[in-house]
């Protein structure tokens, strides 16, 4: 069972990779960054200021990224350093699913919006709903089996 911890630390490692994501794009602002991640998950997971400002300090700390002012507005890049960085959790991530990394990448991606949505409309969840959505998750569940089995 994830905890909130570990959920929160399973948030930053993905907006880790996220940013650095969006900054091998093009050089951006915080702004900016946050609405190509908002993009990625199609709305569903926002990142707030308050979450990126600590990845952002920590990617220059660990010289990943670098920052410049332009037109009193600082812009955030990423380094060769964090290209290559980059690219090995990139890699990494491709390798841990194996070969069929193309066909799962995108049910993983799915489920992981659905994690920020639950995480993010958690004070809306009361107990009778909380039921609801679990008993469709395990109909759900049920039926993935059968999908994967036939």
Same mark, same amino acid.
């Given at each position: 069972?994830?905890?909130?911890?570990?959920?929160?630390?399973?948030?930053?490692?993905?907006?880790?990779?996220?940013?650095?994501?969006?900054?091998? *794009? !093009?050089?951006?602002?915080? +702004? =900016?960054?946050? %609405?190509?991640?908002?993009? @990625?998950?199609? #709305?569903?997971?926002?990142?707030?200021?308050?979450?990126?400002?600590?990845?952002?300090?920590?990617?220059?700390?660990?010289?990943?990224?670098?920052?410049?002012?332009?037109?009193?507005?600082?812009?955030?890049?990423?380094? *060769? !350093?964090?290209?290559?960085? +980059? =690219?090995?959790? %990139?890699?990494?991530?491709? @390798?841990?699913? #194996?070969?069929?990394?193309?066909?799962?990448?995108?049910?993983?991606?799915?489920?992981?919006?659905?994690?920020?949505?639950?995480?993010?409309?958690?004070?809306?969840?009361?107990?009778?709903?909380?039921?609801?959505?679990?008993?469709?998750?395990?109909?759900?569940? =049920?039926?993935?089996?059968?999908?994967?089995?036939?």
């Amino acid at each position: 069972m994830i905890s909130k911890f570990n959920f929160q630390r399973l948030k930053k490692g993905a907006l880790k990779y996220l940013v650095l994501e969006c900054l091998a *794009e !093009k050089p951006m602002r915080v +702004y =900016e960054i946050i %609405k190509a991640i908002e993009n @990625k998950f199609e #709305g569903f997971y926002r990142p707030s200021t308050g979450s990126i400002y600590p990845i952002l300090k920590t990617l220059i700390d660990d010289e990943l990224i670098s920052v410049n002012i332009e037109n009193g507005k600082k812009i955030y890049s990423i380094t *060769e !350093k964090g290209k290559k960085i +980059y =690219e090995e959790m %990139k890699n990494k991530k491709y @390798k841990i699913f #194996g070969d069929n990394a193309s066909f799962i990448m995108p049910i993983l991606q799915e489920l992981l919006q659905m994690a920020f949505y639950f995480h993010e409309n958690r004070s809306k969840i009361d107990e009778r709903t909380s039921e609801l959505i679990i008993n469709h998750l395990k109909d759900c569940k =049920e039926q993935i089996r059968k999908l994967i089995r036939e």
